[in-house]
């Protein structure tokens, strides 16, 4: 079992006396920035002029900058940049001011992990994983709570390495719910096969497939979309809130008899195998190596494929049918 720490033992006054640095001004930086800074912390944030981050960071009262300018003032440096930027910046803007004493702070081990950053030995490097998106982790915060959150060591050079990171996980609210201890290969090997195989290729292919399906067999493409898309949003709410027993519990009989009957039909032995040879890519760092490469060359795989996939027929008589619902919307 993961060890987990909570506010008691938390202690946010390691931090306040710190600047902290924020390096890009977006869906994490934005709340983890204006959590902090509501709990008392010295937060400056680090934005490309003039772009939307930057924009929104002056019109939420902090003065953006550049990261060098950032990784010169701040002792502890927050990476929430997008992945695949991380290591643009830190090699341009960052690697140089990495002086004795300061911290390196991540919530993805992703450009750790795979030695795309490799920061130098006296300076610790450590990561705090909420376990939410972050307008979620900001309203949860506003409210007097937080979501859980992942911490990981990677170099301890000071010896206060995970202090440091517990008085951070406090001050974004995380050790309300509980801080879970892991480590930046563990976080970030369970993250990707996460996305790939249920979170968002899993739920994307299965969807397709039984909308597909449907049609195929000549039944309505709006029928379709509501049984295997749009219903999908309520199973997912209940497994949320209590998990397959829930869902299972709150849905009809016969849904559960399909359920245990039929699910194993479609998610099966040869599924499964799949799942181990996606995590032995991501284990072995294949898939970092090609999503790393694929960057390098301008993303024409990335670009044609997304292209492929918004105009599949689900999304297109799926947009139809979410502008008769205007309470999506909203």
Not at 156 to 172: R, T, V
Not at 227 to 237: F, G, Q, S
Not at 247 to 271: F, H, N
Not at 311 to 329: A, N, Q, S, T
Request: some cysteine; glycine content about 8%.
């Amino acid at each position: 079992m993961a060890r987990i720490y909570y506010e008691k033992d938390s202690n946010l006054d390691l931090i306040k006396e710190k600047t902290i640095g924020i390096i890009g001004y977006g869906s994490q930086g934005h709340a983890q920035a204006q959590n902090l800074r509501d709990s008392g912390c010295q937060v400056i944030v680090a934005e490309l002029r003039d772009s939307e981050g930057w924009k929104t960071a002056q019109s939420a009262g902090f003065k953006a900058t550049s990261a060098t300018s950032v990784a010169k003032a701040a002792d502890i440096i927050v990476m929430l940049a997008p992945d695949n930027l991380q290591a643009k910046i830190y090699h341009e803007s960052i690697e140089k001011e990495m002086n004795q004493g300061k911290t390196l702070m991540f919530a993805h081990g992703f450009n750790i992990h795979y030695s795309q950053i490799v920061p130098p030995p006296n300076v610790d490097v450590s990561m705090i994983a909420p376990k939410c998106p972050g307008h979620m982790l900001r309203l949860l915060y506003t409210q007097g709570s937080g979501p859980p959150a992942l911490i990981a060591i990677h170099q301890d050079s000071s010896g206060k390495a995970k202090d440091m990171a517990l008085g951070y996980a406090k001050g974004i609210g995380c050790a309300k719910a509980g801080v879970l201890e892991t480590t930046f290969a563990e976080e970030t090997e369970t993250d990707l096969f996460g996305e790939q195989t249920v979170l968002c290729g899993g739920i994307s292919s299965l969807v397709k497939a039984g909308f597909e399906t449907l049609v195929e067999a000549g039944y309505q493409p709006e029928i379709a979309y509501f049984e295997v898309c749009h219903e999908l949003k309520l199973i997912i709410d209940l497994i949320y809130q209590g998990g397959l027993s829930y869902m299972r519990y709150s849905v009809s009989d016969t849904a559960e008899y399909g359920d245990y009957s039929r699910g194993p039909r479609v998610i099966d032995d040869l599924v499964k195998e799949e799942m181990r040879q996606i995590l032995v890519e991501i284990q072995d760092g294949s898939f970092a190596r090609e999503w790393i490469l694929e960057n390098q060359a301008g993303r024409p795989s990335f670009n044609a494929m997304k292209r492929m996939e918004a105009e599949h027929p689900i999304e297109i008589v799926g947009k139809e049918l979410r502008d008769m619902m205007p309470w999506l919307k909203a």
